[in-house]
Every structure is written in structure tokens, then in C-alpha cells.
């Protein structure tokens, strides 16, 4: 293959990726939309919610199992 088709087909699955991607984000109910332009990405993270709030570490319900070697013989 030549240099220029390489380049040619790159840019026409940039172009696809866009297209795709518009597609996507068209689909999306206005409901949603006004949703999460109320509740923005850290939606849930606020000081009074359950978990303790923003910045605050979760208890996974894993215990900590410390370090361990892998014995992979």
C-alpha cells in the first residue's frame, strides 16, 4: 500500500469515528440531557450522601488482604 492511501483511509475512519460519535450523543433524551447538566459527572458525591461524602474512601466489603506473593511455578 502507498503512503497517500494509508493516509486516506486514516482520515476516513477519523471521519467514521466523528460521524459515529455525533450519531450517539443526537440519540440522546433531552431528559437526560437536563439531568446531567443539573447533577454534572460527580453526581452522588456530595457530603450527605451515604458513602461519606466526596474525598471519603468506600468500604468495597473486600477485606484488606495486604501483600501476597504469586506463586506461579
Known sequence: MSIALLV???FALVA???GVTFMIASSVPQSMLQRAQDHGRFAG???ED???GSGKRVNAG???LGNQA???I
Open 8 to 10: 486516506v483511509v486514516g
Open 16 to 18: 467514521v469515528g466523528v
Open 45 to 47: 458525591l456530595a457530603a
Open 50 to 52: 451515604q458513602n461519606g
Open 62 to 64: 473486600r477485606p484488606h
Open 70 to 72: 504469586i506463586n506461579a
